[in-house]
């Protein structure tokens, strides 16, 4: 089964990117090479590796940062170096939602936003996936995790119901995390996005035996790119239902 290793991102400026990522999610970096920095902190680990990225703004994978204030946020992400891009707000009966995006240092799309029931802390609160059909792709996702297959997350989508959402609109988004607690969730929402050659963040999981991984993931509707190797590991590069690539090792 896949455990998730890295949020991986493709840098022109590893160290930079990194710095700004763990200031703004309160954690800290570590060097493993002039080309590569890790971030840790209180959540999944990020990965800032030098490589060649195609240039796109249109990101079909992005992050949604919960904080304690948002409009508070805002202010501490500029002076980090984040450019502000809007300011969005989606109200359904009397329940509102209201989240920011930002870019960071080298122009990647993230949210800010503050969840109905905020911790104390800044956190990675979901990796969103934008598609063509949230549901299957959210269905592959969940099957290839091992996370329970759930149309939707009931503590993600129960408010919107009580306030008054139709019910045949959740099928425009498919929510799932491991447990009722745990973090980051994976959030897939329709809204087609550009589809780069390489992208600018994606995930990186781990297995303990990657060729029956292959397999049982190709089974699911995984395609296999190719296998990389060097002096430490090796790795393939897949590509789930909808393209977005994944590495396994």
Known sequence: MLRLNHITFACAEPARVAEFWTALLDGYSAEQSGQTYFGRGDGPELFFNQVEKSPTIELPIHLDVNVPDREAE??????????????????IGELSETWTVMRDPEGNGFCIQTPHNPLPNRYVGNVTFSCAEPIALGRFWAAALGWPD???D?????????????????????????????????????????????????????????????????????????????????WTVMRDPESNPFCVE
């Open 74 to 91: 805002l202010q501490r992400v500029l002076e980090l170096g984040g450019k502000l891009v809007e300011t969005k707000s989606h109200a």
């Open 150 to 152: 759930e149309p939707i």
């Open 154 to 234: 009931a503590s993600f989508v129960r408010p919107l119901l009580d306030a008054g959402m139709d019910e045949r609109e959740t099928t425009s988004f498919y929510a799932t995390r491991e447990t009722p607690t745990s973090r980051p969730r994976l959030l897939f929402q329709r809204r087609e996005k550009s589809r780069p050659a390489s992208y600018p963040i994606h995930l990186d999981f781990r297995t303990d035996d990657r060729e029956q991984e292959i397999e049982r993931l190709g089974g699911l509707g995984a395609t296999v790119e190719e296998t990389k190797s060097d002096a430490e590991r090796t």
